[in-house]
Nanobody, 114 residues
Framework: QVQLVESGGGLVQPGGSLRLSCAASGSSFRIAVMDWHRQAPGKPRELVAMITTDGNKNYGDSVKGRFTISRDNARNTVYLQMDNLKPEDTAVYYC????????WGQGTQVTVSS
């Protein structure tokens, strides 16, 4: 079973930056499609960004041009660099492995507020 552990969340002012990390256990990380999702209070969970095994990336419309997803296969880690953060980015951010065996992280809180 794969375990995902997120870190890097916190409180940041509008316009600021944060980098989220997701460390994955197991030896099959390099063959897995990985993505980040987020869920704000009272709203459904939404896809933020996805990265394939060969590095292709896709982003949700609301974060294009501000967020960057990347991966380090040697460290079994996927990152989400978030710049120019806005209050509407406030949510719990979840790392997800969308290649079998599927797995979700426990989530990390990101709060954007002055």
């Amino acid at each position: 079973q794969v375990q995902l552990v997120e870190s890097g969340g916190g409180l940041v002012q509008p316009g600021g930056s944060l980098r989220l990390s997701c460390a994955a256990s197991g030896s099959s990380f390099r063959i897995a499609v990985m993505d980040w999702h987020r869920q704000a209070p009272g709203k459904p969970r939404e896809l933020v960004a996805m990265i394939t095994t060969d590095g292709n990336k896709n982003y949700g419309d609301s974060v294009k041009g501000r967020f960057t997803i990347s991966r380090d296969n040697a460290r079994n880690t996927v990152y989400l660099q978030m710049d120019n953060l806005k209050p509407e980015d406030t949510a719990v951010y979840y790392c997800h492995r969308s290649t079998f065996p599927y797995s979700w992280g426990q989530g990390t809180q990101v709060t954007v507020s002055s």
